[in-house]
């Protein structure tokens, strides 16, 4: 009886040290800042960097077609195999309103075959240029787990979006004809300007989701773009902007898609304020929008 009580406690004792040997780390972070929360379970890295436009931010308020760049640096705990690889896995979703699901990517490290890199930093991207017409709160969930192993990483990002139109441009008169963005755009690194604007830059005036020009599938375009200085001088006049659709038609999904020019400044003496007028009509309906900004050059 006593060898057998011996045995049982061996036995019992075998257990609590493999119990107790067994490596685990589970936590929950918040950052007070950004509100952004991370929970780790086997996994863990040493921080998260968040970039806006390539540069490191510490904010969770963007605008309107800004690069966002989400990274985990030194992540650890995913399991070795024979041959020295690791393989992760990361998926990211950005839900508005905790209800509607905007992106979804099921795995981003899916053509990844493993890894030997260490340290080890993942990243997860998004240009947020998605629909915002109408307000809401937005959220980014990433995942990181272990292909070979049960730990993981969960990420939630809370963020929200400057509109575009608030920042520069006001509709002055229109007729039949909604929208969703209009914004101003540098061509030299892609991020919606409001407004103060460089003379060396070329800007590209961007509208989407313009509807109401025309009720059939095409539209007969005339677009035009005005600027002029603080003494009223005509600075820049184009006029038939889509000269070659305006008799033939262009189709209204691409309209709707985007309708953009660009625009220069090249060879101007600096008057501020400058005053911007675009019109968008229809040739066919005389339906139209007409919106004006007010910039400043430097």
């Known amino acids: 009886m006593k060898n057998i009580l011996k045995q049982s406690n061996i036995i019992l004792v075998l257990i609590l040290v493999t119990i107790t040997s067994c490596e685990y780390h589970q936590s929950t972070k918040k950052d007070l800042t950004t509100g952004a929360v991370i929970k780790e379970n086997n996994l863990k890295c040493t921080g998260v960097t968040i970039k806006q436009n390539t540069k490191i931010v510490k904010t969770n308020t963007f605008s309107y077609n800004d690069e966002i760049v989400i990274i985990f640096d030194e992540v650890t705990g995913l399991k070795k195999q024979s041959n020295n690889f690791v393989y992760p896995a990361m998926s990211m979703s950005i839900i508005k309103n905790d209800k509607e699901v905007i992106i979804s990517e099921p795995n981003l490290l899916k053509d990844l075959n493993g890894t030997d890199l260490t340290p080890l930093q993942l990243s997860a ?22 292909l070979k192993g049960d730990g993981t990483i969960t990420y939630e990002y809370p963020f929200k979006l400057k509109a575009a139109d608030d920042e520069a441009f006001i509709i002055q008169k229109s007729e039949g004809v909604i929208y969703k963005n209009i914004y101003l755009i540098n061509k030299s690194n892609n991020k919606v300007v409001g407004k103060v604007l460089d003379v060396k830059n070329t800007y590209s005036l961007i509208f989407e ?33 889509l000269k070659q659709y305006e008799t033939v038609g262009v189709d209204a999904k691409l309209v709707e898609k985007s309708l953009f020019t660009n625009i220069s400044f090249q060879n101007i003496s600096i008057a501020n304020p400058y005053h911007l007028t675009a019109l968008v009509k229809d040739l066919k309906t005389n339906n139209y929008i007409q919106v004006k900004s007010v910039f400043e050059l430097k």
Not at 125 to 146: Q, V
Not at 211 to 232: A, E, Q, R
């Open 125 to 146: 991207s998004f240009k947020a240029s998605f629909d915002y017409e109408t307000p809401g709160a937005y959220k980014t969930i990433i995942k990181i787990w272990d």
């Open 209 to 241: 989701g313009l509807k109401g020009l025309n009720n059939t599938d095409m539209v007969y375009p005339d677009f035009s773009v005005k600027i002029t200085d603080n003494n009223g001088k005509l600075v820049y006049n184009y006029t038939h902007l």
